[in-house]
């Protein structure tokens, strides 16, 4: 639908001019409680109406002092303020992922939060008029189109849904006929079918207002969903996995594993769509370590907090440990991951993969990078511990779909404290992100260091 036409639908529906108190509508909908009494010329609105008429989720945090809005994969933050007139001197206080965006704050008056209307509607997308002859101010997000696509082969295969604007996305398993159903609502998108390798059938198709994908799973199939932030859009990702009993902890009494988020601090590592990779990784350790609370392991964090901690502090910390595993992002696809660990480099790119971890620290000359490399690798006793971990976390990541390489030799300076018990792990971002993955890495680690 046009600009055009949503105004004249709009107006339509309410009617009338004339009218003394400022009315609003957003998409079609009125929306109560609109006022400019708060901050002269800015019209604000309920939160919690403002988000059920975009179709968001919403959550305000008085203490605080924020709202937070989630539209798909979209987030919009403002801040809020007890005083009116501190509104404005606030201003920018909004954020649409993380960038700043011009507008005032919120206000919360004790009891609920008021939001202003344009700068909300505009940071997801939206366009916003004053309308004098009925004094109503009309805001219209504009419907995101959908596109699908199918891409990779086997385990490797997934379906990729892709919309030009923020829309709140539902999914379900259906267990009893191992169907997954995923909705865009309010989107527009046309009807397509996909026979692939790790499912059966899936089917696209326009409904009620918004598409629908229905994927015939196989039985022996699982399925991983996730959403993601996609410029000014949405992408969902649904991957594809043998099917198998979740993941559970040996006892592994007596075992120290030292976890190593990569990088931290104004060192913030590579940056995606989704999050930096410092902090992509040191909330994958956490969720790590804290899967593996009673299994009797000695867990150890190179960096348990955001202060930054040096490389050679880092790679310290792995001086006596069972197993040490050190985690980061590449711009790798959605289930797909490589493993490194402590030896020379047997490729040209797996060495210039090194250099650039080891960036970190002032060992870029080729001379002090073959001293290094002399050190770390010939005066290590069990170069094949750190495989026989690689190869346990390899096993787990394959039994939910991701795809590991043969683990790689790299002479990485983050590996030589633990010498040959060390294993750098390069998962995607989007994995990284997936709140599941943790406790198949937990599993995975905790039947390594129990193996005899």
């Not at 326009?206 to 932030?229: F, H, I, N, S």
């Amino acid at each position: 639908m046009t600009w055009a036409r949503a105004l004249a639908v709009v107006l339509a529906l309410i009617g009338g001019s004339g009218v003394a108190q400022t009315l609003l509508a957003v998409n079609g909908v009125a929306v109560p409680g609109a006022t400019t009494a708060l901050v002269a010329g800015v019209t604000y609105a309920p939160a919690v109406d403002l988000a059920a008429a975009l179709g968001a989720d919403v959550v305000t945090d008085a203490l605080a002092g924020r709202a937070t809005f989630v539209l798909g994969a979209a987030v919009v933050q403002t801040r809020l303020v007890g005083d009116p007139a501190a509104a404005l001197a606030a201003d920018p206080a909004l954020t649409r992922d993380g960038a700043a965006r011009a507008g005032p704050a919120g206000v919360h008056d004790g009891i609920e939060a008021f939001v202003p209307v344009k700068g909300v509607v505009e940071a997801f997308g939206g366009r916003v008029a004053f309308v004098a002859e009925s004094n109503t101010v009309v805001a219209v997000v504009p419907r995101p189109a959908l596109q699908v696509r199918l891409e990779g082969r086997g385990t490797a295969q997934r379906l990729v849904f892709r919309t030009t604007g923020p829309t709140r996305v539902v999914h379900v398993l259906h267990e009893a006929t191992d169907v997954l159903e995923v909705r865009f609502e309010r989107t527009d998108g046309t009807a397509a079918a996909f026979d692939g390798d790790a499912f059966v059938r899936a089917t696209v198709e326009p409904v009620r207002g918004g598409v629908e994908a229905r994927v015939q799973l196989a039985p022996d199939r699982t399925a991983r969903v996730l959403t993601l932030p996609d410029g000014a859009g949405t992408v969902v990702v649904v991957a594809f996995g043998a099917a198998a009993s979740p993941a559970t902890i040996v006892a592994a009494q007596g075992a120290r594993l030292v976890l190593d988020a990569g990088h931290g601090g104004s060192d913030g590592g590579l940056a995606f769509d989704v999050d930096r990779e410092a902090d992509l990784t040191r909330a994958f350790v956490d969720a790590v370590a804290e899967a593996l609370v009673g299994s009797g392991i000695e867990v150890v964090r190179t960096r348990p907090s955001a202060v930054p901690v040096a490389l050679d502090d880092r790679a310290a910390a792995g001086a006596g440990a069972d197993a040490f595993v050190s985690i980061h992002a590449a711009p790798l696809p959605l289930g797909q991951a490589r493993a490194y660990v402590l030896d020379d480099a047997g490729a040209a790119s797996t060495l210039e993969m090194a250099v650039r971890r080891n960036a970190e620290v002032a060992l870029q000359s080729p001379q002090t990078d073959a001293l290094r490399r002399a050190l770390l690798v010939r005066l290590v006793t069990d170069l094949d511990a750190g495989r026989r971990i690689a190869e346990s976390v390899r096993r787990g990541l394959g039994a939910v779909g991701i795809v590991v390489g043969a683990p790689e030799g790299a002479p990485l300076a983050v590996l030589a404290g633990a010498g040959g018990r060390g294993v750098l792990l390069e998962l995607s971002p989007e994995d990284l992100s997936d709140p599941s993955l943790p406790l198949t890495v937990a599993a995975a680690l905790a039947e390594a260091l129990a193996a005899p």
